[in-house]
């Protein structure tokens, strides 16, 4: 059968429809004057209640084979696709043909409507197919989104440059539907218009490729938690797409930053320490300067060895500088001579002592204890080590539980914490800045 057959075919069956119609409200008594036009609002009627039951019948038939095909394990992408309604617009293809059939027939006495229905029906077969494309899209997006192996990519940046690809090529089949110009036509007018187009979505084309330049890198995940100051961020990272990248900070609120300031600037990204499992504590005590002294009294020195975790210490210790002190000669009448125990350097070891022994303490990872540079506030004391935990709750209260203590037990050591009494208020900022680098602790 050609084509000429074919139109043939279609006409004498418009015909038959269209006779039948006025056929039967000729015979209800309608008068020939208006029978046209109710005959036209009769055939729209009866047009759109088939179209409605027919949708209704297919969706309902979708939904149901597609629920009992989702169960199978192979088949998980279905139950995706029923969360994006992807039964919805599949329902759609038979009430869509039923209308596009039906145009010659409706409007047979109205040629000039017909062509314009038609251009209607085209147009919403473009947006029809996007509607359809964009569901499958994101039901792949979130099926592949929960993945192990995918689930910290930016997954929604690579869907949202197919889905911009694809609108792009519907508004262009669209606008030559309407206009009635052939595609390529206007292809090339938009050619001409390359860099007005670049200037309009300069910030999805650097998104893009900032999206593809993170993952590449490895340099962010969603999950990660990151840390950029100049834009007041410090959380976890719930979202990459073309346009930004979405942080929940630890107070609640959410800050967005374009994909390509995380590449072209400095950020802190915490995965390392997450991975560890281990959480950063480097934290000072100053020491009044004038309490550190010589141990030069024998039961002064039974006292400390009464502190289990350094008796030991003692020992080995005294042996040793009591051998070299006996090798050099050195005149002990005077303490200063040869060497000798100091209270700064036993509490030193205590500290030491009772970080390997702490519970809340990683002991695989680095442990130190360590004077810094004397200041004007005494000499510092610092501890550096790593927490047993990255949960923020309970690394807090780790850091408290071993200063409370350490602060506590100085006084068995006649050591004194410095505190600048001549200057209250200067006292109560030292107080209130108790990390003194908050920024690496996470806060």
Known sequence: MNEQEKIEQITQQTNLVRNWSMEFLSNLGISDQFIKYINLIFLIALVVVLVYLLQVITRKLLILILERTSKVKRLSFLQYALNRK????????VPFSLIKGSIPTIFFDFPKT?????????AYLVFYVLWLVTAVLNAFSDMLSEKDSLKDKPLKSY???????????????LLSILI????????????????????????TIMGFVASIQLSANDMVRIGDWITMSKFNADGDVIEINLTTVKIRNFDKTIS??????L???????????????????????????SSIHFIEDAKELERYKRIQDISEYIDVRSTEIKKHNEEIGADKSVAVNGRNLTNMGLFRSYVEGYLRNHPGIKQDMMIMVRQLDPTSKGVPLELYMFADTIVWAKYEGIVADIFDHILASMKYFDLEIFEDV??????QHQQAQVKPD??????
């Open 86 to 93: 992807l039964p919805h617009y599949i329902a759609m293809i």
């Open 114 to 122: 017909m062509a314009f229905a038609n251009k209607l029906a085209d």
């Open 159 to 173: 869907f949202q440059v197919v889905k911009i690809f694809l609108y792009a090529v519907g508004i262009l089949i």
């Open 180 to 203: 009635s110009k052939d595609p390529a036509i206007l292809l090339g007018g938009i050619g001409a218009a390359s860099a007005i187009l670049m200037l309009v979505f300069k910030d």
């Open 256 to 261: 967005y930053i374009p994909p390509y300031s």
């Open 263 to 289: 590449v072209s600037e400095s950020f802190q990204n915490w995965r390392g320490m997450q991975e560890t499992g281990g959480r950063r504590i480097k934290r000072s005590v100053h020491i009044k300067q």
């Open 422 to 427: 001549s200057n209250p208020i200067g006292f």
């Open 438 to 443: 908050d920024a690496e602790l996470g806060m």
